[in-house]
């Protein structure tokens, strides 16, 4: 076959590539910037050419080529080229082909449209990797702008309760969700690793109050803060009394989630497809073999089988995908605050 299953990541052995390898590795086809996807140590990296500023402030001084959506490279024989994820901004699934042999590995993607990410695109092909972060009928999300109407009247109520709102989201991705649906006169302050991330991945930070060791919580008086879990339960949240934590991730789905974290309000909004979004995009590629990674893997790949008579299996990786209890796959530079 294409694509082996190997212990340093999913390889490619005709083109001598991985894609998002676990372990160095001399060449790297990287599907996002998250940090489960995107690790340090390879000699030589591809990834699309919108992930090229956030690899290398993640990643350090990189050998990096970049591509752009549908453009092909060839490497001894194999055709390569990156297709919209719709995960986080240059997010991309990697079409590979040689005589005829057509994979796709998709990396972390989602289906739904959220209004800032370049939507998801199914590619024909006969194997298909996917992700199953969600993979449970219970996850169905809701559509991106009722989550947003949902943020915007929770802030406007907590504001006018006189209440801070703080909330919690990954730097890469939910937090420039986040700020795009946000939709509010009130001052808006990013934590510096937020902050950051914007600024490294071109986004307009001209309207939002960078966190330093000199803010004075008046501030806001009141108004919103957005940051990452890291600081949940730390001396550096608690500078915002009085305010109401809420927390934006698919988990929120399940109010035991939103419970142990002691959040005040929980956002369905994710990165990753629910359920319906699973089914459709692989059902979209036609392949008849698929291979199901992080999630409910097992419980995914025996639908697909009982279900739409797949040959669908489980593959072991390292690859995370989405988390509450903590920041582990936004494993990036924080500034002591």
């Given at each position: 076959m294409l694509i082996q299953f190997t212990n340093n990541g999913i390889y490619c052995r005709q083109a001598d590539v991985y894609?998002?390898?676990?372990?160095?590795?001399?060449?790297?086809?990287?599907?996002?910037?998250?940090?489960d996807h995107a690790r340090t140590g390879n000699k030589y990296y591809l990834a699309h050419k919108n992930s090229e500023s956030i690899l290398r402030y993640r990643l350090g001084n990189i050998v990096l080529q970049t591509l752009n959506y549908y453009e092909t490279i060839n490497i001894n024989g194999v055709t390569i080229s990156l297709h919209p994820a719709g995960h986080v901004i240059g997010s991309a699934q990697v079409r590979l082909e040689y005589k005829g042999e057509i994979w796709v590995v998709s990396?972390?993607?989602?289906?739904?449209?959220?209004?800032?990410?370049?939507?998801?695109?199914?590619?024909k092909c006969q194997h298909f990797i996917t992700e199953s972060t969600f993979g449970l009928p219970i996850y169905n999300f809701?559509?991106?702008?009722?989550?947003?109407l949902q943020l915007n009247n929770w802030v406007e109520e907590n504001a006018a309760r006189g209440l801070n709102s703080v909330?919690?989201?990954?730097?890469?991705?939910?937090?420039?969700?986040?700020?795009?649906?946000?939709?509010?006169?009130?001052?808006?302050?990013?934590?510096?690793?937020?902050?950051?991330?914007?600024?490294?991945?071109?986004?307009?930070?001209?309207?939002?109050?960078?966190?330093?060791?000199?803010f004075k919580k008046e501030t806001l008086n009141p108004g919103i803060v957005v940051a990452t879990g890291s600081v949940v339960g730390s001396p550096w949240l608690r500078r915002f009394d009085p305010y109401k934590l809420a927390f934006c991730s698919g988990w929120m789905q399940l109010r035991g989630a939103r419970r142990r974290r002691n959040a005040d309000k929980g956002f369905v909004m994710s990165d990753h497809a629910d359920w319906?979004?699973?089914?459709?995009?692989?059902?979209?590629?036609?392949?008849?073999?698929?291979?199901v990674t992080h999630g409910y893997k097992s419980v995914y790949s025996k639908w697909l089988r009982e279900h739409y008579k797949l040959n669908a299996v489980e593959v072991e990786t390292l690859f995370e995908g989405e988390g509450i209890e903590n920041d582990s796959s936004e494993n990036v530079k924080e500034e002591k605050e």
């Open positions: 894609i998002d390898p676990w372990k160095p590795v001399n060449k790297a086809i990287i599907t996002h910037a998250h940090s990396g972390d993607y989602k289906v739904k449209n959220d209004g800032y990410t370049i939507p998801f695109e199914p590619v809701p559509q991106a702008e009722e989550v947003n909330i919690i989201g990954y730097a890469l991705g939910k937090a420039q969700r986040i700020l795009t649906g946000l939709k509010t006169d009130q001052p808006v302050l990013l934590h510096s690793t937020i902050y950051n991330t914007n600024e490294a991945l071109g986004f307009d930070n001209s309207r939002y109050i960078k966190f330093t060791p000199e319906n979004g699973l089914n459709e995009a692989v059902l979209a590629t036609s392949a008849e073999n698929i291979y």
